[in-house]
């Protein structure tokens, strides 16, 4: 698979980018923005989409019964050289399901998610999975 994302500046306080008709307003302004993500913010919403899109993909296999997810995430930047050093997150399943199928659920996120698994190649990242 291929992806291609195409940005462009709007002005000195924000840009734009694009993907198969979709659009996200991007925060570049040094100062930022409130009505844009910066750019880890964005990285993070991408592992959290991963995460969220990863329950998509495994309950019908495992007949994981639930009633939302809700996926938060930190992550600590060191400024030189500037980069992240460590991601943390927090899934909360709501769910009936027994703790051990719970953990299954975790695992599986974590053993098919592309941003997830591109991400912890680079940055340590620990976490949880709980019920909400």
Same mark, same amino acid.
């Given at each position: 698979?291929?992806?291609?994302?195409?940005?462009?500046?709007?002005?000195?306080?924000?840009?734009?980018?694009?993907? @198969?008709?979709?659009? &996200?307003?991007?925060?570049?302004?040094?100062?930022?923005?409130?009505?844009?993500?910066?750019?880890?913010?964005?990285?993070?919403?991408?592992?959290?989409?991963?995460?969220?899109?990863?329950?998509?993909?495994?309950?019908?296999?495992?007949?994981?019964?639930?009633?939302?997810?809700? &996926?938060?995430?930190?992550?600590?930047?060191?400024?030189?050289?500037?980069?992240?050093?460590?991601?943390?997150?927090?899934?909360? &399943?709501?769910?009936?399901?027994?703790?051990?199928?719970?953990?299954?659920? @975790?695992?599986?996120?974590?053993?098919?998610?592309?941003?997830?698994?591109?991400?912890?190649?680079?940055?340590?990242?620990?976490?949880?999975?709980?019920?909400?």
């Amino acid at each position: 698979m291929q992806y291609e994302v195409k940005a462009r500046r709007l002005d000195e306080t924000g840009s734009q980018a694009f993907s @198969h008709g979709a659009e &996200v307003r991007l925060g570049t302004d040094m100062a930022g923005r409130k009505d844009a993500m910066n750019p880890v913010e964005l990285l993070l919403s991408a592992l959290a989409a991963c995460m969220i899109k990863g329950v998509e993909r495994v309950t019908p296999m495992l007949k994981f019964q639930h009633d939302g997810v809700e &996926v938060t995430l930190q992550a600590d930047r060191q400024d030189s050289p500037p980069k992240l050093i460590a991601i943390r997150y927090d899934i909360a &399943v709501t769910t009936t399901e027994p703790e051990a199928r719970l953990d299954l659920l @975790h695992r599986n996120i974590l053993k098919y998610g592309t941003i997830s698994n591109t991400l912890a190649g680079a940055v340590p990242m620990t976490g949880t999975i709980r019920r909400a």
